[in-house]
């Protein structure tokens, strides 16, 4: 019978934050000393097996695969809290889904604004570039919640 490691392995491997360094991080530390970063945002995926761990990012850097018995410790490191000041204030970004677009407002209409949409695993499923207001085709996502993040806003949203 096969056991399961996730659990284990997440207790045993020390997890810590620091209140600011500048960007979300995922190190992971060797027994060798060694020490990989990566950036929370370009994780693709992390797929645990039996006896290693694999981490695949996103910007097209190879996927590297750890022997749970070569880490040391994992440590997450986070920007703040991740609640950003716009977000606090009154959020002028709507969203709206009509039909197999969604439709999106309240942009700043003087500059180009990166428009991502996250499904409710944190995978980004839909993204464009929008300056005041556009739509976004989401035909192909099946209906649930998802998150729409653009500038420093972000807001819930169901299809």
Same mark, same amino acid.
Request: with cysteine; glycine share 10%; hydrophobic share 35%.
């Given at each position: 019978m096969k056991k399961?490691? +996730?659990p284990l392995f997440f207790l045993a491997m020390p997890i810590s934050a620091m209140a600011y360094i500048g960007e979300d991080l995922m190190k992971v530390n060797t027994v *060798? $000393? /060694?020490?990989?970063?990566?950036q929370v945002e370009l994780i693709n995926r992390l797929l645990f097996g039996? %006896? &290693? +761990? &694999? #981490?695949? &990012?996103? /910007? %097209?850097s190879a996927s590297v695969t750890f022997a749970y018995a070569d880490v040391r410790n994992i440590s997450f490191y986070f920007d $703040?809290? *991740?609640?950003?000041?716009?977000? #606090?204030?009154?959020?002028a970004l709507k969203a709206e889904v009509l039909g197999d677009e969604l439709?999106?407002? *309240?942009l700043d209409d003087r500059h180009d604004a990166k428009v991502e949409v996250y499904d409710a695993r944190g995978r980004k499923v839909r993204s464009a570039v929008l300056c005041g207001a556009g739509t976004i085709? #989401?035909?192909g996502l099946i209906p649930g919640a998802y998150v729409l993040k653009?500038?420093?806003? &972000?807001?819930?949203f169901t299809k």
């Open positions: 399961k490691l +996730f *060798g $000393g /060694d020490s990989w970063s990566y039996e %006896e &290693t +761990f &694999t #981490v695949s &990012t996103s /910007d %097209e $703040g809290t *991740g609640i950003s000041l716009p977000m #606090v204030q009154a959020c439709h999106i407002s *309240g085709n #989401v035909s653009a500038a420093a806003q &972000t807001l819930k």
